[in-house]
């Protein structure tokens, strides 16, 4: 049974740093790409990050380029979010998922296995 689980989300201040972790059990970790995802109240999924299997090929959505960076270590079977200079509306809820293969997308349709999410919210 593929288990997914982020943690890391926490009530910060705008232009601070906070880093999430997702581990994940059940599967061959090093097969799959991963990607980190956000959704506000009112709003759809949105695509953050993404990381290949091998972790040579990175993804970025334009609303955190620069500002965010995906790493993953196979050895621990955890994938990580480091975020910095964290605005108000970056607040959401963060979702860690499993791609369907060893590459990676910011397309939610293309990812099999959800975490159940970890709250982040930037204050001003």
């Known amino acids: 049974q593929v288990q997914v689980v982020e943690s890391g989300g926490a009530l910060v201040q705008a232009g601070e740093s906070l880093t999430l972790l997702c581990r994940v059990s059940?599967?061959?970790?090093?097969?799959?790409?991963l990607g980190w995802f956000r959704q506000s109240p009112g709003k759809g999924r949105e695509g953050l990050s993404s990381?290949?299997?091998?972790?040579?090929?990175?993804s970025y959505a334009d609303s955190v380029k620069g500002r965010f960076t995906i790493s993953r270590d196979n050895a621990e079977n955890t994938v990580y979010l480091h975020m910095n200079s964290l605005k108000p509306e970056d607040t959401a809820m963060y979702y860690c998922?499993?791609?369907?293969?060893?590459?990676?997308?910011?397309?939610?349709?293309?990812?099999?296995?959800w975490g159940q999410g970890t709250q982040v919210t930037v204050s001003t």
């Open positions: 990381i290949s299997g091998g972790g040579s090929k990175t």
């Open positions: 059940g599967l061959d970790f090093r097969s799959f790409g």
């Open positions: 998922a499993v791609h369907n293969s060893w590459y990676s997308s910011l397309n939610t349709y293309e990812y099999l296995y």
